[in-house]
């Protein structure tokens, strides 16, 4: 398996906004040897080899994939889960396997039946936009975003790091989430520090994830559950509109910032929320308590408690988000 | 009274983010004769007239209203409402009172009781900053956004066109909702027909604000319920990141949009919701009914139905905000 990301040939499967703006990052910053894209349609090729994203592309799976030492699946989730279930013999030995799928449990648990020898390592960049293809592909779309890395117990060490090169290499800062010394997932940009438990020597049990099962209860609350109010938003202002259309021309600033994600694409997102149900539903019922406790405060009139619920958030929203 | 806007003398009270940027909108523009800014504290009207946003100030209300031909109350809705009950005595025969205050139909009901031959007409511009203070002041905040007049039965044509020309004075578009041909409270942006029904010949019921009521309702659906739901995601969020605070390191532009509304200062907000207490509640009600019918297909795993759903709610958005 090759080393050195700068002379790695990657390619990345599925070129829509994520998928073409990686390429467009890797290839504009020249951080690898090659970019090879992989897309169902050539015109899709075509146009990804007119705005000079990929130095090569494929619509054949097999031949994109059989000189890869880095392999980026950037299909929506549901995808990238039927992909890793046939892709193990259309691998390069010693290939790397990321993803950069907004969920990780199913995807981990996926890569974790790729051949031997095969290295996985699940990935989620924090970055986006609501606008979904190739045309919206941005080669800056990741500069300065974190990047999770998420590795499996059987990752090894060299495969996690040339994740981390492809982070910077399209311009973001990796985030490596994993079992550590406390044998609970944690954090850290450092070192990778192996998978298992300094104090108890323990590792990850079969089929356990825990750097996988954190990330998605984290992204079902700061990432899911907004979009799910968002679009909860637009149909509760809808039905007053439908009464009313002016609703619309009042609607200003605040609307269009809380609602905006409600816009994001509907299939990327039924896949988000089908293999992170658990923890999204956990983070809506969290979010619809607090919702209920202003609505109860402002029914019963208990204005000095719902002042101080509302100064409690807005001192927090500052906190977190000077 | 002035009729013509340009030679008018306007006191604006309260020099927050609000007053302020509507004092340096009027001056810079150069739209009336004089802007006399009216605050509690002497450093308030010396920072004004530093920043040239005044030509005169008064921490007196009685000396700031004395010569105004148009007094503009920019303080929050509840310090709105005290000064309505007072001020009448302090204003100059045909002087027209306006405010700026979010919601308008306890102010309209307020303004009612002020002395026969004072013009009033409520206002909301749709526009604001979560930041508050002079210092947050812009001259271009009210910039083509929509500003609404909401006129009293009592309220003179010549009253209105008032209000309409300080709206546009300050770079706004005004938006008139009032009475109509229908019977029904209406938005027109031509000439005012009158407030009375011209079908019928009804004119508005003593004590009836058509107008001001749809306003609020109206806001409810697209500001006030936003600012809820902002609100609960901030604290449904922190719940998650309070067990675990690297939620916050992976929070990212989703979050920040859709959180983003929820720092808005809780004394204004408080305020506005006391104000519009049932509106916001039915609004919260049918936004409750929105996320119950999401988290129900979601728990279900009617897949189907929940992409439809939101995709709906994204073509929706798409719609109404392009």
Chains 1, 2 share one sequence.
């Not at 029914?299 to 408690?305: H, I, K, P, R």
């Amino acid at each position: 398996m090759e080393v050195d990301f700068a002379r790695a040939r990657v390619a990345v499967v599925g070129l829509g906004l994520m998928g073409g703006s990686l390429c467009a990052a890797l290839r504009t910053r020249g951080a690898c040897r090659e970019v090879i894209g992989v897309a169902r349609r050539p015109a899709t090729l075509q146009m990804a080899r007119d705005l000079r994203f990929i130095d090569r592309g494929a619509t054949d799976l097999a031949e994109g994939l059989r000189d890869a030492d880095v392999v980026v699946l950037a299909t929506p989730v549901r995808d990238i889960l039927e992909k890793l279930a046939t892709i193990g013999p259309l691998l390069a030995p010693g290939a790397l396997v990321m993803d950069i799928g907004s969920t990780k449990l199913a995807i981990c648990r996926a890569m974790d039946g790729l051949p031997e020898g095969i290295q996985p390592l699940g990935g989620h960049p924090m970055c986006g936009k609501e606008s979904s293809g190739l045309t919206m592909a941005d080669p800056t779309l990741y500069r300065d975003r974190v990047f999770v890395l998420v590795p499996l117990p059987r990752t090894a060490p060299e495969a996690l790091e040339m994740g981390r090169a492809l982070a910077r290499g399209v311009g973001a800062r990796p985030l490596v989430i994993a079992r550590g010394y406390t044998g609970e997932a944690r954090a850290y940009t450092g070192e990778a520090r192996g998978y298992t438990d300094a104090d108890t020597g323990e590792a990850d049990a079969p089929g356990e994830f825990p750097g996988a099962a954190r990330h998605d209860r984290l992204v079902a609350a700061i990432s899911h559950l907004p979009f799910m109010l968002a679009s909860a938003l637009v149909e509760a202002a809808a039905a007053t509109a439908e009464g009313d259309p002016l609703a619309w021309e009042l609607a200003a600033g605040g609307f269009r910032d809380t609602s905006r994600v409600a816009a994001s694409d509907p299939t990327m997102m039924l896949d988000i929320l089908a293999t992170n149900r658990d923890e999204v539903l956990r983070a809506l019922r969290e979010a619809r308590g607090q919702l209920d406790r202003l609505t109860r405060l402002l029914e019963e009139g208990d204005l000095e408690a719902l002042h101080r619920a509302i100064e409690v958030a807005r001192n927090r929203r500052m906190e977190i988000l000077p």
